[in-house]
T-cell receptor
């Protein structure tokens, strides 16, 4: 089955700097790669996602890149702010009715933005 | 705009007791899921459902049962709780299929088994 590895496990950056979180996956059939942000005491919330027919996607200060050949994808946050401090999870899945869109998550990255 | 609602939010159980976690979604989603979250392990899928009346096993199904009698509800049961089931449980739902993959999570249920 799918296996997703995420690095680093913790990341501290200065406010205004960029943060990069990387994930690798094992199943070449995976075609959907979301990123979730989880704040303390809350459920994960989708912040950006990318599908396998796209190499990069941006949404304001957040971008995700995908390299299907190397089976890795990354989250880039620019101009970090204290409110970006949270746990970030990457995930991979093979979408389709028979699969039920079962996400396999990475172990998470604790991002701390120091002001 | 409730989204995905889980009850209870906190519960302490004694080893061997049973309980049911309730999940309700108001987005008319076909797909529903139960995940558990443990430190350093991300979220792992317990069971899921691709429609009313259907259920399937996920990555870590042992010790849990589920039911999806109504489209909007997905119940997770622990028949005989064990300390290893101490965790944070998240229910989620999605429209599903090829074009609607976004999964929406509830706020979580903190379960401690002593």
């Amino acid at each position: 089955g799918e296996n997703v590895e995420q690095h680093p496990s913790t990341l501290s950056v200065q406010e205004g700097d960029s943060a990069v979180i990387k994930c690798t996956y094992s199943d070449s059939a995976s075609n959907y790669f979301p990123w979730y942000k989880q704040e303390l005491g809350k459920g994960p919330q989708l912040i950006i996602d990318i599908r396998s027919n796209v190499g990069e996607k941006k949404d304001q200060r957040i971008a995700v890149t995908l390299n299907k050949t190397a089976k890795h994808f990354s989250l880039h946050i620019t101009e970090t702010q204290p409110e970006d401090s949270a746990v970030y999870f990457c995930a991979a899945s093979t979408s389709g009715r028979e699969y039920g869109n079962k996400l396999v998550f990475g172990a998470g990255t604790i991002l701390r933005v120091k002001s | 705009n409730a989204g995905v609602t889980q009850t209870p939010k906190f519960r302490v159980l004694k080893t061997g007791q049973s309980m049911t976690l309730l999940c309700a979604q108001d987005m008319n989603h076909e797909y529903m899921y139960w995940y558990r979250q443990d430190p350093g392990m991300g979220l792992r899928l317990i069971h899921y459902s691709v429609g009313e009346g259907t259920t399937a096993k996920g990555e870590v199904p042992d010790g849990y049962n589920v039911s999806r009698l109504k489209k909007q509800n997905f119940l997770l049961g622990l028949e005989s709780a064990a300390p290893s089931q101490t965790s944070v449980y998240f229910c989620a739902s999605s429209y599903g299929g090829l074009s609607g993959n976004t999964i929406y999570f509830g706020e979580g249920s903190w379960l401690t088994v002593v």
